[in-house]
């Protein structure tokens, strides 16, 4: 199984969850698949409640008797979903999982405008208006149905940066067959002059046509760069600019080499002499370029952008209070 951790949401909201690829059996020591029966959701979610309960009690975020109030509540915020299913031989399936799993929190595409104040006007994935936040259940109130969300430069700024994790935290999990300790038993074995396995049998004909069917590069291929570069900007950096053929490497120019850096600029008549690429000695800055202390102390001066944009929102939340009809805010396509 393969576990990615994700904290947002569809409008960068804090959202987290984990999506996970688990194969829908196991296989026997002597190669047989046994395919899993249906899956109860709410056994699987009586499961994944307890571990996170008793992670936080081990973990001394809560107590015990917080966390047996917690499972008495009606609407205990998790949730289970497992109607996703891959077909064997699916690689390409496959893929579209993995790379939907690894996605960035939030996305350019769509960002649809940045007004004149600063604002960042971000549209959601879907074009229907739905709920934000949406209702627990049936009996609570979401949040108004829109298909966008309006931040100032600091609460966009915010709803991203939380998303950014801790250094050395992985967001990826590896588990069973793809786990650390299993690829280092099987890279022993590989040095011991071991199969992979006595008993079992992999097929990896799926596998290894996939690379040839998409025209993409294999492991361990000198242009697989080119290839990921191709397939994040849409931008062939091997495609020549003037007869759209392949180009290939002639030779890799190192840093150090700048005669062969001149000639070639020469040769193409865009030498402009030598580039200054670090400071040079020089003596320390006399009195009369010396800064006062004075003028190193921070200067605090309140920003009148920040104070209209919090006079707006306290007018909202009042207006919010008061109002009794439901709002409903579209972003109009012909706006995008």
Known sequence: ??????????????????????????????????????????????????????????????????????????????????????????????????????????????????TDDGSVIYRAEKDHCRRFPGPASGDLRGGPKRN????????????????????????????????????????????????ESDNLSIDRSAVDAQPSAAQGAGPGSTSTWATLIKRVYEVDPLECPCCGGQMKFVSFIERCQADVIERILRHCGQWEGPIRTGAGPRAPPGQSHRVSAELLDPQFVPDPEYLESESRESESRKFGADATRELQLVLDPDFL
């Not at 999982?97 to 350019?108: K, T």
């Open 1 to 114: 199984m393969v576990a990615g951790i994700q904290t947002f949401g569809e409008l960068i909201n804090y959202h987290p969850h984990i999506h996970a690829i688990a194969t829908d059996g196991v296989f026997t020591p002597d190669g047989t698949f046994l395919c899993l029966p249906r899956i109860d959701k709410q056994l699987l979610l009586d499961v994944w409640q307890d571990k996170v309960f008793e992670l936080f009690v081990r973990e001394g975020k809560i107590d015990r008797e917080t966390a047996d109030q917690m499972r008495c509540w009606p609407h205990s915020g998790f949730s289970v979903d497992n109607s996703v299913y891959l077909a064997p031989h699916d690689i390409a399936g496959l893929r579209r999982l993995a790379e939907y799993i690894l996605r960035c929190s939030f996305s350019l595409s769509r960002v649809v405008r940045l």
């Open 148 to 195: 966008f969300q309006v931040f100032s430069a600091l609460d966009f700024l915010a709803e991203v940066t939380q998303h950014i994790p801790d250094k050395g935290e992985h967001l990826v999990r590896y588990f069973g067959w793809y786990s650390h300790r299993q690829r280092g038993f099987r890279k022993k074995a590989r040095q011991a002059g071991e199969a």
